[in-house]
């Protein structure tokens, strides 16, 4: 009599989330390694990749679920591994983005053309916008601190607003609520609000129910917005942004890495 011996073909395998935390968490762990290594803060860190503290520090503790879409995962890790001397490109691309990064049965057409797909062209595109939208907000930037040296503009000329050193924003500027401005301003006089950047952060600006500016703004820019009725910012840096309102000193708008948003209304006239 033959015996049949049946081969169990469904060995059990990892899915591609669980391929992508567990691989998270091995870079992540190697990156924090050689940041104890060198001496460097994670707030140094943020300084030199200009990523928000939160999204570095949950690479480093392999949380996968504050982090965005694995593409966008996959430049951070690489930003990250730069800013601490390693090859970025090698190093985050062993991070799994689609299901072919990972299959080893997939012998079929291996050209890199023959792998993307239309979800990898989407996030090329978004990756062109964004560097794009950097580029343009650098040179409106760029432009409007050529202005501020003309004498003919209502604010006085700022040397300090490009890259000003951390400690002389530290002896200026006092953490107080931005809403204590309020009780300062004029009856009917018209909301002005200027931003300055202790850090990169994202920044939302609506005046009058309107968006006036909206993405991230790199450290040292200063920026001024002028509303009839009403201004609202939002950020998801407040220690990082200074808010002057109506030429006041400016404040900062509250914690380092912590989300907040501040409306400020113009009294009418009596």
Known sequence: MKWLRKKNKHQPSLSLEQQRAEKLAELGAQLWALRQE????LDQVVALTRIPRRLLQAIEEGNLNDLPEPVYIQGLIRQFADALGLNGVEFSGTFPIS?????????GNNSPLAQLRPVHLYFLYILLIVCSVNGLSQLLNNAL??????????????????????????????????SDTLSGMQKGQVVQVGVTLKAS?????????KTEFEGILPEGTHRVWKAQEQLTVKTDNAGGVLVSVNQEKAKEMGEPGKEEEVRIAAKPKF
């Open 38 to 41: 060198q001496g460097l803060s």
């Open 99 to 107: 299901s072919a990064q990972v299959s080893p049965l997939n012998k």
């Open 145 to 178: 601190l050529q202005a501020s040296n003309n004498p003919n503009q209502p604010y006085p000329k700022q040397k300090s607003v490009v890259k000003p050193g951390l400690a002389q924003l530290k002896e200026s500027t006092q953490v107080q609520p931005v």
């Open 201 to 209: 952060s994202w920044i939302r600006v609506v005046a009058d129910g």
